[in-house]
């Protein structure tokens, strides 16, 4: 099992940024594809950015350019970099872990794009 501490979330202004942190319990990076999803209300879970083992990064189109997944191996911390948010990106973020058929969840973090 892991456990995943979620933060950064927040209130920010179209156009500005933020940055989302997810700390595991354990070393998992190794072994897992870590990455976001997101969940706007009334919406479905939407997949937004994924790095695996190797350093490969991948991006849904509607963020590719403007967000940045990174990841520090030593603090078993998986970043989300934010910039140019508009207010479309509102929506709880969620990050996970999978490998295989193996899916572990953070509990979100809101974050909410509004003048």
């Known amino acids: 099992q892991v456990q995943f501490v979620e933060s950064g979330g927040g209130l920010v202004q179209p156009g500005g940024s933020l940055r989302l942190s997810c700390a595991a319990s354990r070393n998992i990076f190794s072994n897992y594809a870590m990455g976001w999803y997101r969940q706007a209300p009334g919406m479905q879970r939407e997949w937004v950015a994924a790095t695996n083992s190797g350093d490969t990064t991948n991006y849904a189109d509607s963020v590719k350019g403007r967000f940045t997944i990174s990841r520090d191996n030593a603090k078993n911390t998986v970043y989300l970099q934010m910039s140019s948010l508009k207010p479309e990106d509102t929506a709880v973020y969620y990050c996970?872990?999978?490998?295989?058929?193996?899916?572990?969840w953070g509990q979100g973090t809101q974050v909410t794009v509004s003048s």
């Open positions: 996970y872990a999978q490998r295989s058929i193996t899916t572990f």
